[in-house]
């Protein structure tokens, strides 16, 4: 997670419709969760399988304040996978997962509210 997590944030610039379709953002679930202490702020290191033409990928995200990192196993999250990996420390961070900030800030993590196949992409 980067970006800005404020709430208040004016709205973006309009975009095309292609614009938006540039951005390939899928469901996966999370494999794997393990703390990531050495990261500059608190985060979680997740292994995501977003079915079989994405495969699994990783993510580092800073989720501590409302998830522990056996809680998301199994869970489904989103996630943008077709920006270029970010180096973080010695993790590569290879998918954004999404979420949003809740009143103080801290993040809260975007999922469908039924389950769908891994590897759905948002439209």
Known sequence: MHGNHDSTASAAAPIGFDAFLAVDIRIGTVVSAEPFPEARKPAIKLTVDFGPVIGTRR?????????????????QVA?????PPRQIGKFLSEVLTLGFADANGAVVLFRPDHPVPDGSRLF
Do not use: C, K
Not at 61 to 66: D, L
Not at 79 to 83: G, S, W
């Open 59 to 75: 993510s580092s995200a800073q989720i501590t304040e409302h998830y522990r990192p056996e809680d998301l196993i199994g869970r």
């Open 79 to 83: 996630a943008v996978v077709n920006f």
